[in-house]
């Protein structure tokens, strides 16, 4: 079964940066939402989780 992947709370659809994430079966995967065939990045979810919060602590 395909991953499904669901956009950021945090994007809008005004064409700013826009992020996907998808659970995977091994990892949590991270892609461009405008470019779904670029590829991903996939993070343990030890590490997806240090990412969103060390992102949470910026201005």
Do not use: Y
Not at 9 to 21: A, D, F, L, M, R
Not at 33 to 41: A, E, N, Y
Request: glycine share 8%; aromatic share 4%; proline share 8%.
């Amino acid at each position: 079964m395909p991953p499904v992947w669901r956009k950021s709370s945090k994007s809008t659809n005004q064409g700013g940066e826009c992020v996907e994430v998808a659970a995977l079966s091994h990892a949590i995967g991270i892609r461009d939402s405008k470019d779904p065939d670029g590829g991903h990045l996939d993070l343990s979810p030890r590490m997806f989780a240090t990412l969103v919060r060390r992102i949470k602590l910026l201005p």
